[in-house]
Nanobody
Framework: QVQLQESDPGLVLPSQTLSLTCTVS?????????WTWVRQVPGKGLEWIGY???????VYSPSLASRTSISRDTSKNQFTLQLDSVTPEDTAVYYC????????????WGKGSLVTVAS
């Protein structure tokens, strides 16, 4: 069973960089599938942020691409989201998710990490 666990940065100051790491167990991030970040702003729907593939390629949402970077450490089986120049509008629950290679289903989810951007 694949399990994902987000780190917990908690509070981030405006204009700073948000950094979240997802630790994966039960499957290698370098084997197959896409390793994805999504977020949910309180009271709104899910927003897809981007992914890093099993080969290390990255794809980002056009609306966030200028501020987003996703990287990985295959030795630790982790992937990391960095979002630059955050504002209070980036306050959300952030989820790391496995996106299945064969059908693009978001089939395994972390529990989510609430990140608050405030001074």
């Amino acid at each position: 069973q694949v399990q994902l666990q987000e780190s917990d940065p908690g509070l981030v100051l405006p204009s700073q960089t948000l950094s979240l790491t997802c630790t994966v167990s039960g499957g290698s991030i370098a084997a197959n599938n896409y390793w994805t970040w999504v977020r949910q702003v309180p009271g709104k729907g899910l927003e897809w942020i981007g992914y890093i593939s099993f080969s290390g390629n990255t794809v980002y949402s056009p609306s966030l691409a200028s501020r987003t970077s996703i990287s990985r450490d295959t030795s630790k089986n982790q992937f990391t989201l960095q979002l630059d120049s955050v504002t209070p509008e980036d306050t959300a629950v952030y989820y790391c998710v496995r996106e299945a290679f064969n059908n693009l289903a978001l089939d395994f989810w972390g529990k989510g990490s609430l990140v608050t951007v405030a001074s």
